[in-house]
């Protein structure tokens, strides 16, 4: 990933998730990167009453988001 920031680095994680989760009529936005290493990001549309959305979280958007940045430690959604 060369010298992009571990912004650049999480956008472009969550840029590859988002045709899927446009798909069921949902997106992601990341809102901040804590001092302690956590990605807080925010689900919308569909995403956010959809009964898959804790199961996404970890299997979709944690991986992506740990394998883009490994230096993250947790990945929180705040409207989960």
Not at 24 to 42: C, K, Y
Request: proline fraction near 2%; glycine fraction near 6%.
């Amino acid at each position: 990933m060369g010298n992009l920031t571990l912004e650049n680095r999480i956008e472009a994680a969550l840029e590859e998730l988002r045709p899927y989760l446009r798909a069921d009529g949902g997106d992601i936005s990341l809102l901040e990167i804590t001092a302690d290493m956590t990605a807080r990001v925010e689900l919308h549309g569909a995403c956010v009453n959809c009964s898959m959305s804790a199961m996404t979280m970890r299997a979709g958007v944690e991986e992506a988001i740990k394998n883009a940045a490994p230096e993250i430690e947790k990945v929180e959604a705040v409207n989960l």
